[in-house]
C-alpha cells in the first residue's frame, strides 16, 4: 500500500544544531508540504513543492529550508535550530488538480521535535 | 484576518447524539474546497470529508456529513451516532484554488469529548 513516512518520528537536539526531518511518499504524489502544529495555531505551512526542483515559502519559512531532488522526498531542514521551532512537525502530500486524488491530502504520521 | 475560524475550542456529547462542530471560513476565492480532518491522541491526522464550493448537495461519508452554507461562509461537521472513538481534535481546513493551489489553511480545531 502507498504510504508517507517521516523519520526520525521523536529528535531532541540542542539550539544552533542543524536537523533535518526526512519525508517519504511512495504515492507518486506531485505535491508535497510541511506544516508545523502548535497549541492555539492549528497546522501552519512551512514550505511545500509541486514537483521535482520546485519548493516555494510557506507562512512560517524562517529558519527552515526544503530541497525536491525526486518525487519521493521532501526533506526539511532547520539551518540553526531555535527553541521557537520546538513542535510537531507533518508532511503532506497530494495530487494534482483534476485527478481523483486531489480533493484529500495525505499526512505522514508526524515528527515531534525539542530544541532545547 | 482569520480565514478558517473554529470558535469551539471543546465540545462534549454524548455517546450515541449528534453533534456540530463550527468552522466558518474567509475567501474572495470564488474556487476553493472545505475539509475536515481528525486527530486522535495518538497525533496522526485522519481525512473525514471534502466539499468544493460549486458542489450543490452536503458531503457525507458515513456518520459524517458537512453542513455546507455557502451565503454565510460556514462548512460545519455533522457527526451522527457519536462513539467514544470520535473523541479527538478536529481541524477545518480550507484550500483556495486560485490563490494557494494545493494548500491547506488550518483553523484552530476543536476538541471533542464523547461521554458514554
Known amino acids: 500500500d502507498a504510504e508517507i513516512t517521516q523519520s526520525p518520528r521523536h529528535k531532541i537536539t540542542e539550539t544552533g544544531r542543524q536537523v533535518t526531518l526526512a519525508c517519504h511518499q511512495t504515492?507518486?504524489?506531485?505535491?508535497m508540504f510541511w506544516y508545523r502544529q502548535d497549541l492555539g495555531h492549528g497546522l501552519r505551512l512551512i514550505h511545500y513543492?509541486?514537483?521535482?526542483?520546485?519548493?516555494n515559502k510557506g507562512e512560517v519559512s524562517d529558519g527552515y529550508s526544503v530541497s525536491r531532488s525526486n518525487t519521493e522526498d521532501l526533506p526539511l531542514t532547520l539551518e540553526s535550530a531555535a527553541s521557537s521551532q520546538t513542535s510537531v512537525y507533518f508532511c503532506?502530500?497530494?495530487?494534482?488538480?483534476?485527478?481523483?486524488?486531489?480533493?484529500?491530502?495525505?499526512f505522514g504520521p508526524g515528527t515531534r521535535l525539542t530544541v532545547l | 484576518a482569520q480565514k478558517i475560524t473554529q470558535t469551539q475550542p471543546g465540545m462534549f456529547v454524548q455517546e450515541k447524539e449528534a453533534v456540530t462542530l463550527d468552522c466558518t471560513y474567509d475567501t474572495s476565492d470564488p474556487s476553493y474546497g472545505l475539509f475536515w480532518y481528525k486527530q486522535p491522541s495518538s497525533g496522526e491526522m485522519i481525512f473525514l470529508i471534502y466539499q468544493g464550493s460549486y458542489d450543490q448537495q452536503n458531503a457525507t461519508e458515513g456518520r459524517y456529513s458537512l453542513n455546507f452554507q455557502k451565503a454565510r461562509k460556514s462548512a460545519n461537521l455533522v457527526i451522527s451516532a457519536s462513539q467514544l472513538g470520535d473523541s479527538a481534535m478536529y481541524f477545518c481546513?480550507?484550500?483556495?484554488?486560485?490563490?494557494?493551489?494545493?494548500?491547506?489553511?488550518f483553523g484552530q480545531g476543536t476538541i471533542l469529548t464523547v461521554h458514554p
Open positions: 504515492w507518486n504524489h506531485n505535491n
Open positions: 503532506a502530500s497530494s495530487q494534482i488538480p483534476g485527478t481523483s486524488g486531489y480533493n484529500e491530502q495525505f
Open positions: 481546513a480550507m484550500r483556495e484554488e486560485g490563490t494557494s493551489y494545493g494548500k491547506l489553511t
Open positions: 513543492s509541486y514537483g521535482v526542483q520546485d519548493t
